[in-house]
């Protein structure tokens, strides 16, 4: 299963990174503010470097617990970028994610470039649902995610030990027949 890119949207090119990306995603992952609610912490130019080279390679998912990640351009720099992992291929589920740079924050870019993701991931990738696992005092994905069309599932208290605290889970999704009526409306 393979996600065509690079996806071109009104302002955004979603497209693989590459070597000379590593200073933009720089500019975001290694920032605590954006690591606040994520699974990692700020990252280092070494980190930024693996991850744009384990992730750059292509946007191929052929096997169980497969990923891919986007990088989101704007205005000739990557100012995010969106990640797609199943986990087994039968179950036709993926998760999406997504990190940004604050500096780009209420342009509406999250939303277009995450839309693209969600279209191609029941377009092309021919996924049954989508969906999204956040901290829910991170109220700028909960917000993206309503905007994606999805609804909260799930509010698990206390389900992890996260950054030294014990943290909520939030579980956001989107069923392929619910994208499909959602277009309808926009045609």
């Known amino acids: 299963m393979e996600v065509e890119v690079p996806r071109r949207t009104g302002r955004t090119v979603l497209r693989l990174l590459t070597a000379t990306d590593v200073d933009d995603v720089l500019a975001y992952r290694s920032r605590a503010d954006v690591c606040r609610f994520l699974t990692f912490e700020p990252m280092d130019r070494e980190g930024v470097e693996g991850f744009v080279e384990e992730w750059g390679r292509d946007a191929t998912i052929d096997a169980d617990h497969g990923g891919i990640v986007l990088g989101v351009e704007h205005e000739g720099r990557v100012v995010g970028d969106l990640k797609l992992g199943v986990g087994r291929l039968v179950d036709a589920q993926g998760e999406i994610g997504w990190v940004f740079h604050p500096g780009v924050a209420g342009r509406g870019l999250a939303t277009e470039s995450a839309t693209s993701l969600v279209e191609a991931a029941f377009d092309e990738l021919h996924l049954h ?20 069309g999805m609804r909260q599932e799930a509010h698990l ?9 014990w943290g909520d889970l939030a579980i956001y999704g989107l069923l392929r027949p619910e994208w499909e009526a959602r277009r309808e409306v926009w045609t």
């Open 129 to 148: 649902r989508v969906w999204a696992q956040l901290d829910p005092r991170n109220a700028a994905s909960a917000q993206l995610c309503g905007r994606l």
């Open 157 to 165: 208290r206390d389900e992890s030990w996260f950054k030294g605290e």
